[in-house]
């Protein structure tokens, strides 16, 4: 028996999408990509939130057996929304992955988590041989932190001793990320906390000085990883 429900029908992306045309040739290009039997990593992002749409339509057009394995809540109930099954990691690998960045260097090393996904994108980063990430120039920058600072998920009760141990790293500014529809902090995925932080170099070996903090989650940071740019 089905939901007589219209709030996942309803739901719509929750900002205004910028470079739209741009992005939708890009959101074409990854449903290009999709075949039948397909494992789909799903990243978040508005870029992501199209391409979904695209892939959606190709399955109904070509009867496609196809599964996806979500990094959010909101992009599993817009997966849901277009009718396309869902999975997890305890049933299934990812045959490749496609989501978004906030910045991408000359090197494809990657900030993201403004949307407080961070962990869960890395996991499945790190689970797929084939990673898409895809972006309009804008994401596009000389060096990592130049727009955003690095998103650092941290278990609220190592809150402060993060916060010590990130000084030591010498961290120019760091900022507990306040929440915009509810009182307090943005609360991630996984129901930890955000810092927001900026460093004046980020070096090669940052992410893994972060990681090693006891009470990080995950970082932002992606440094070294297996991904192949689309920019729109």
Not at 173 to 197: C, Q, Y
Request: net charge negative.
């Amino acid at each position: 028996m089905n939901w007589q429900s219209n709030l996942i029908k309803n739901l719509s992306w929750s900002d205004t999408i910028i470079n739209k045309e741009g992005k939708q040739k890009v959101a074409n290009k990854i449903a290009e990509k999709v075949k039948d039997g397909d494992i789909l990593g799903v990243g978040s992002g508005s870029t992501v939130y199209m391409a979904l749409f695209a892939i959606a339509k190709k399955i109904k057009a070509e009867q496609l057996n196809i599964k996806a394995i979500p990094t959010s809540v909101e992009i599993a109930m817009a997966c849901s929304n277009l009718g396309i099954p869902l999975t997890t990691l305890f049933d299934n690998r990812p045959d490749w992955l496609f989501d978004g960045a906030d910045e991408v260097d000359p090197n494809h090393n990657l900030i993201k988590g403004r949307g407080g996904a961070m962990f869960k994108e890395k996991l499945l980063i790190s689970s797929s041989p084939l990673n898409y990430i895809i972006i309009d120039d804008s994401k596009l920058v000389n060096k990592l932190g130049t727009n955003f600072p690095i998103p650092i998920e941290v278990f609220p009760e190592a809150l402060l001793h993060v916060e010590e141990e990130l000084t030591k790293l010498g961290v120019e500014s760091l900022l507990l990320r306040p929440a915009k529809g509810k009182d307090g902090p943005v609360i991630t995925e996984s129901g930890n906390l955000i810092l927001d932080a900026q460093f004046t170099q980020v070096t090669d070996d940052l992410e893994i000085k972060i990681k090693s903090i006891t009470g990080v989650i995950e970082s932002g940071l992606f440094i070294n990883y297996n991904v192949e740019i689309l920019v729109a």
